[in-house]
């Protein structure tokens, strides 16, 4: 069984539509759990109604005080039932074949932790046409100069990489800061090239604050892959030209 882990804050105009995707999967053997860490607004109504309609395959946690994505998904983590875990953010969508594909792919490379392709779509999930290409696969040292996994897209198998092995520090840029901790251990990432997920993208999101971007990649560089300065550097620019010119393609 597949655990799908949503980690949900004030996305009551988003949570019905990515929830939506879940239950349009092709692929049925897997249970949805939602954390909500403390919304303000009325997602969780939201979801207790969705609950309501297919009480057997969703659940919702509560976090009693509010923290971050990776408090939520760490909760999910520990109250995951299944063998593999799924992770989506709460204004994300899954094309319906993105578990069936994405199961067979990790089966396929015997692989411990799989992603795929993503297009981008604007504020109502519309795909702009434009997508991110991924490579087949992805060591340690080659994740260092390139940020392709994204988080809606992955899949892992726990008797492959372990629960422990799978929590997210509470840090900006968690989601990376676990792949390469996962990476570094001696794990390889496996990209299906085939853009399963949108990724919904407001103008004004976090990731695309590009200053942003290069301050929490340097942190990165230094205190998780633990590079020295001259390493740090090194892969700092290629990093920063492969974002620069990196590979976004038309949608064929």
């Known amino acids: 069984m597949i655990s799908i882990i949503i980690p949900v804050y004030n996305a009551e105009n988003y949570i019905q539509a990515t929830v939506g995707s879940v239950l349009a999967q092709t692929y ?3 249970e949805l759990i ?14 207790e109604e969705l609950i309501r309609l297919n009480p057997e395959k969703m659940r919702l946690i509560h976090l009693t005080e509010g923290g971050s994505a990776a408090r939520a998904r ?9 063998r593999y875990i799924a992770f989506l953010d709460a204004d994300d969508i899954w094309y319906p074949e993105k578990l069936e594909k994405e199961f067979k792919y990790l089966q396929e490379r015997g692989a411990g932790l799989v992603f795929t392709a993503y297009e981008f779509g604007d ?11 991924v490579p087949e696969s992805l060591p340690f040292r080659k ?19 372990p629960k422990d092995m799978i929590y997210m520090p509470e840090m900006k840029s968690e989601d990376t800061a ?15 090239n085939e853009p399963l997920v949108i990724y919904r993208r407001p103008q004004n ?8 971007a290069l301050r929490r990649i340097w942190r990165l560089y230094r205190d998780v892959a633990k590079l020295n300065v001259i390493q740090s550097c090194w892969y700092f620019i290629r990093w920063a030209i492969r974002a620069t010119f990196r590979r976004v393609v038309p949608r064929s």
């Open 34 to 47: 939602l954390v909500d860490d403390c919304s303000t607004d009325n997602s969780a109504v939201v979801i």
């Open 123 to 133: 504020e109502n999930a519309k795909p702009n046409g434009r997508m991110t290409k």
């Open 74 to 82: 760490n909760a999910g983590i520990m109250d995951a039932q299944g």
């Open 28 to 30: 049925t053997d897997w």
């Open 143 to 161: 994740a260092l100069s390139r940020t392709v996994i994204f988080t809606s897209t992955v899949l892992i198998d726990t008797e492959v990489i």
């Open 178 to 192: 676990t792949w390469w901790k996962i990476l570094k251990a001696g794990h390889v990432a496996y990209g299906l």
């Open 205 to 212: 999101s976090l990731s695309s604050n590009k200053f942003e």
